[in-house]
């Protein structure tokens, strides 16, 4: 079923560069649309539009869903990190510009370019 929470106002962006096993390189793209009121069979919900590019999900929008605005985003982050972290073990894609590859958030191992 195809999501109907468009990206709508990008709210932030993130660009950075990851190298396949060949050193071929692939920019990667996250953007976080503004989170929207999107009440769900009368239960007031947040939705928090994502989209992820470079990591084979170019033209979907997820857009995860919390009780408010803080929580959708919480989740369109943490859903952010999921896809890209995919992508790094399924294609063996790999980070040179981390400063720590132990950080558990995706945040802080793929910085801006």
């Known amino acids: ?3 109907p929470v468009p990206l709508g106002d990008v709210i932030a962006e993130r660009r950075f560069t990851l190298k396949d096993a060949g050193g071929v390189p ?3 793209t996250v953007r976080l649309g503004k989170p929207v009121s999107w009440p769900l069979g009368g239960v007031p919900l947040y ?3 994502l989209q992820v590019i470079g990591v084979g999900r170019d033209e979907a929008i997820a857009a995860p869903a919390g009780k408010d605005a803080f ?3 919480q989740w369109a982050m943490n859903l952010a990190g999921d896809f890209i972290d995919g992508a790094v073990q399924r294609e063996g894609l790999v980070n040179h510009q981390s ?3 132990d950080e558990k958030s995706w945040i802080w191992r793929y910085a801006s370019e």
């Open 26 to 28: 692939r920019q990667i």
């Open 1 to 3: 079923m195809e999501n």
């Open 99 to 101: 400063n720590d590859l």
């Open 71 to 73: 929580m959708a985003l």
């Open 47 to 49: 939705r928090c539009p």
